[in-house]
């Protein structure tokens, strides 16, 4: 397959959609934090330290346009509406959020405003959208290519800042010093010194270095999920400013998903429609699987659908079929939780042999103890594997 067959295969687009609606939020929660900062610098006895100057003029004399631009914008791109045009005025806004003042600059505003433009780009309001619903665009895939930006604009990030942090300020451990918060926190004063907080900087440069590399490998990626999960709720704890921090975490935690392998429909969950307390179950994933990797089939169709599972068996324990193969079981229970964006990034973690012998234990003595006795009404259609990919 040539380079351009690559880069226009059909994807997921509901990965742009998730992706959209998490930069969205984050939006929104930075509003919380520079509007304020706003109409402070619009009024006239406030200290300015203009960008670029005409930029600031703008912010400061229609200062009530902006927030409401933002406002709008925000919410509008955050749950599809209007796509293009939210995204767009959103990407204004934070453009001029960054040239405007030095004290309204911040890096996480800077990565809003280009994965905004960015997303607004790739059409990500064509699915798990306002835009979609209106326009029954959901099912239509995106050109690869919309993915893969939105992964190399993670990597960017994360290889800019090991190398802004590569110098002795930094690894003299001082700058985590100086930001750690001083309340709430229960750890001894003493480790406010050079050696924990050489360890400490040294970490979180080898953090982010492999994160910009084990996100793009396969057998790294699990363990990158965890990392960067650890990393960034680490950063939101340990440290001053944290309102500021969790928006930085929720703008980078919601590009992860670009780098889930999720086929539209690619994977088969079989499940016994008989047990109504394996319906309970099936209806949560159902609900969660917001990039609709997985079709759902009941024992009842099973017959039907040519899947390598026997009705024994489905009765017996959840299967996922894979490509690659067939899990069962809480082995299923953890590799479907792998493929949905509320769980993947922890999910890796319950593949921890210590983990994993007690949740296979836990499924078993479950299992062997349901009762089953209302059947859960007709199923729904089995829905035809999708052949889009990531």
């Known amino acids: 397959m040539s380079i351009a067959d690559r880069l226009f295969a059909p994807a997921n687009a509901r990965v742009l959609g998730v992706a959209r609606a998490g930069v969205g939020i984050a939006a929104l929660m930075e509003l919380v934090v520079s509007g304020p ?7 006239t006895d406030a200290v300015r330290l203009p960008i670029v100057p005409v930029v600031a003029d703008t912010f400061s004399a229609a200062w009530p346009v902006v927030l409401v631009a933002w406002l709008v914008g ?6 599809g509406w209007r796509t293009p045009l939210t995204g767009t005025l959103l990407a204004l806004v934070f453009f001029g959020l960054v040239t405007s003042d030095q004290q309204l600059y911040s890096n996480h505003s800077y990565l809003i405003a280009m994965t905004a433009a960015l997303l ?3 059409g990500a309001g064509r699915t798990w959208s306002l835009d979609a619903r209106r326009g029954g665009t959901d099912r239509e895939p995106a050109p690869a290519w919309t993915i893969l930006a939105l992964r190399a604009q993670l990597t960017i990030m994360y290889a800019f800042a090991v190398l802004a942090k590569l110098n002795a300020s930094f690894l003299s451990g001082s700058v985590v010093a100086a930001s750690l918060r001083r309340d709430g926190l229960a750890y001894p004063q003493d480790w406010i010194a050079f050696e924990p907080m050489f360890v400490l900087s040294v970490l979180v440069i080898a953090s982010e270095a492999f994160l910009a590399v084990g996100l793009w490998v396969r057998r790294w990626r699990p363990a990158a999920f965890v990392i960067g999960l650890a990393l960034h709720l680490g950063i939101v704890a340990l440290m001053q400013s944290a309102w500021e921090l969790a928006v930085f975490s929720v703008a980078t935690l919601s590009l992860y998903v670009a780098f889930l392998d999720a086929p539209r429909g690619g994977l088969s ?17 159902r609900r969660l699987d917001w990039l609709d990797v997985h079709r759902f089939v009941p024992r009842s169709q099973l017959a039907a659908s040519g899947l390598p599972v026997s009705a024994e068996a489905a009765a017996e324990a959840l299967h996922l079929v894979e490509p690659h193969g067939t899990s069962r079981g809480f082995a299923a229970v953890r590799c479907i ?17 210590p983990v994993q012998a007690i949740g296979e234990r836990t499924y078993r003595w479950v299992a062997a103890r349901r009762t089953c006795p209302v059947p859960v009404g007709p199923a729904r259609p089995i829905r035809p594997p999708a052949r889009s990919r990531t």
């Open 120 to 122: 607004t780009a790739a």
């Open 37 to 43: 900062r706003i109409v402070e610098l619009a009024s």
């Open 337 to 353: 939780a792998a493929r949905l964006p509320a769980s993947f990034l922890w999910a890796p973690l319950l593949g921890l042999p």
């Open 269 to 285: 969950v079989v499940w016994d429609d008989g047990c109504g307390f394996c319906a309970g179950w099936v209806r949560w994933f």
């Open 74 to 79: 925000g919410i509008g791109f955050a749950v």
